[in-house]
C-alpha cells in the first residue's frame, strides 16, 4: 500500500512564495515518477510539474521559471518551491506518484490549498 502524506499550502500574497512538500510511504519501487497537478475550481485537474526518478522534469508553460520540483529519493519525498504567485495559481494541489509495473499505477495524495490573494 502505498501513502502520500502532503504539506505546506496556505495563504500568500501575489509575488510571494510557498514550498509544497509530500512524503511516499509503502512500496515504492525504483521506476517511478512524482509530480504536482493541480485543480482550480470549475476547471480540470492539471499537470503543474513532473520528476522522474533519474531526475528529468517537465513543467506546465504557465509555470516555467517560477516553480521548480526537486526530490529527495533517500526520503520518497517530493518537493514543490513556488515563486512569484498569481492569482492564477490559487487551485488545490494534489501529490501524484506514478509507479511502473509493467504499466503505469497512479497514487494521489488528499491535496493542499494554495490561496494567492491580497
Known amino acids: 500500500q502505498v501513502q502520500l502524506v502532503e504539506s505546506g499550502g496556505g495563504l500568500v500574497q501575489p509575488g510571494g512564495s510557498l514550498r509544497l512538500s509530500c512524503a511516499a510511504s509503502?512500496?515504492?519501487?525504483?521506476?517511478?515518477?512524482m509530480a504536482w497537478y493541480r485543480q482550480a475550481p470549475g476547471k480540470e485537474r492539471e499537470l503543474v510539474a513532473r520528476?522522474?526518478?533519474?531526475?528529468?522534469?517537465n513543467y506546465a508553460d504557465s509555470v516555467k521559471g517560477r516553480f521548480t520540483i526537486s526530490r529527495d529519493n533517500a526520503k520518497n519525498t517530493v518537493y514543490l518551491q513556488m515563486n512569484s504567485l498569481k492569482p492564477d495559481d490559487t487551485a488545490v494541489y494534489y501529490c501524484?506518484?506514478?509507479?511502473?509495473?509493467?504499466?503505469?499505477?497512479?497514487?494521489w495524495g488528499q491535496g493542499t490549498q494554495v490561496t494567492v490573494s491580497s
Open positions: 501524484n506518484l506514478a509507479l511502473w509495473r509493467s504499466s503505469w499505477t497512479d497514487y
Open positions: 520528476i522522474m526518478s533519474g531526475g528529468s522534469t
Open positions: 509503502g512500496s515504492i519501487l525504483s521506476i517511478n515518477a
